[in-house]
């Protein structure tokens, strides 16, 4: 699982080091590529690159396939993913080089913000964009956060029997 905020400096050749915890689980579940996948972010006003186990691409699709859409839309979402799919390999020493592309999308300079989203996928944001975001408005925080989370399951839960 990927989880926490973890800002790391970029070097002088534009590499960083995966936090280990985020190398680990990545190495544990695509052991022909080592290294990660990454893409832009595709919610709105959202400055992030996706990034995640090269293996979730596959599952990615199939979810965007299978979605309950217009053929049209799917093709799309498709087509703002894949063709911008960066291909990062681990060194040695379990860094990754940053493209120019993605080093002008993001901002970055000195530092980069590896951000946890849970299970499959992690974030790599310019530190103090992160910061600026990581509270918007209308968001449950706290202790109403997990209410929320599993108020709405049971709620579905009821619905369906």
């Avoid at 695509?30 to 090269?54: H, Q, R, W």
Wanted: proline share 6%; glycine share 6%.
């Amino acid at each position: 699982m990927f989880y926490g905020t973890h800002i790391v400096n970029i070097d002088a050749k534009n590499r960083v080091s995966v936090p280990a915890l985020f190398r680990n689980h990545i190495l544990a579940g695509a052991p022909e590529f080592t290294g990660i996948a990454v893409f832009p972010s595709l919610k709105a006003g959202d400055s992030a690159y996706m990034a995640c186990n090269p293996n979730y691409l596959t599952t990615l699709d199939a979810r965007i396939r299978e979605a309950d859409i217009d053929p049209d839309e799917a093709d799309a979402i498709a087509a703002a993913i894949f063709p911008f799919v960066e291909m990062l390999a681990f060194d040695n020493a379990g860094r990754v080089s940053l493209s120019p592309a993605l080093k002008t999308r993001l901002g970055l300079t000195k530092q980069i913000a590896f951000v946890g989203m849970g299970g499959d996928r992690f974030e790599l944001w310019h530190p103090e964009t992160h910061e600026a975001q990581a509270a918007p408005e209308g968001v449950a925080r706290g202790s109403n956060a997990m209410s929320v989370l599993f108020d709405r399951k049971a709620q579905s839960r009821a619905l369906q029997q």
